[in-house]
């Protein structure tokens, strides 16, 4: 299945996942400043799964609302339209995913996916990144998952066969990388996150990038060490080779690690529940 996989790459026979028609909609619309906001709130109307993930992280603890938003209208105003923007960008991957990928194996991505992407929002604030940027990188870093297991789930079909959820997660940690830069040119993403996606296991990426991309390095890392993804061996949160690259000592990522890591926890368990 591996060779299969790797072949499909080699001819560049690979089906991407494709953005819901919504969400594409709504990006071009929110590439003008001067857009109406009506025009926005009748688009993700067409799409209540689409505007049901608008509203749930409209009501995070990420954007901290004073009080609950129950209508697309007000959720649109209080987000404003980068927001939503990168919004959109992160909602199609679990829309995606959840049309393409074994129910199980989406969870967990998308798990892993959110936490990283809180995480690394997180760190960013120490870093003085851009936080959409960096929310957005983490969120989006391991969008080839969603497209091997897309491939894993199409050869299933043609072929009778059933793999099993350990060798699934293997498949898909084998082939995420390079698939994810074809997903990365495939889609309309920032720079900055495509370095994310094609570096943060330790790739060179662009001079302007490598804080961003060690800060989300260290939160795949970290999402994995709480519990959100596959599940894999214990290791020590305090010798990520990416600490090392941010200059972050152990008692400078164990204050950082206090308080992002409580938030990130919170954020998980408002979102999917």
């Not at 967990?108 to 940027?133: I, K, N, P």
């Not at 990188?137 to 497209?147: F, N, Q, V």
């Not at 491939?151 to 084998?174: F, H, N, P, S």
């Amino acid at each position: 299945m591996s060779g299969m996989i790797a072949q499909k790459k080699i001819n560049g026979d690979m089906e991407l996942p494709a953005f819901p028609r919504v969400v594409m909609q709504l990006i071009d619309m929110l590439r003008n400043p001067n857009i109406d906001s009506n025009k926005i709130e009748k688009a993700l109307r067409t799409d209540p799964i689409v505007a049901v993930e608008v509203l749930r992280f409209a009501n995070s603890a990420l954007y901290a609302p004073t009080e609950p938003i129950n209508d697309l209208r007000h959720s649109i105003s209080f987000l404003g339209y980068r927001r939503l923007h990168s919004l959109m960008l992160g909602i199609a991957t679990k829309v995606a995913g959840g049309k393409l990928v074994h129910p199980r194996l989406n969870e967990l991505l998308w798990r892993h996916s959110v936490a990283s992407g809180f995480l690394t929002m997180y760190f960013g604030r120490e870093l003085r990144l851009d936080h959409e940027t960096a929310f957005l990188s983490g969120l989006l870093h391991d969008i080839g998952k969603i497209a091997v297991a897309a491939v894993l789930a199409r050869l299933e079909k043609k072929m009778g066969i059933r793999v099993t959820q350990e060798d699934r997660v293997v498949l898909v940690e084998i082939h995420h990388e390079t698939v994810g830069m074809a997903v990365a040119q495939h889609w309309p993403l920032p720079e900055a996150v495509v370095s994310a996606i094609c570096c943060h296991h330790g790739g060179e990426a662009p001079a302007r990038d490598r804080t961003l991309v060690a800060a989300v390095e260290l939160a795949d890392r970290l999402s994995y060490a709480l519990g959100y993804g596959s599940p894999i061996m214990p290791f020590d949160v305090f010798a990520i080779p990416a600490l090392t690259r941010l200059n972050w000592n152990r008692e400078l990522a164990e204050e950082i690690y206090s308080f992002a890591v409580p938030l990130t926890v919170a954020e998980l368990n408002a979102l999917t529940t």
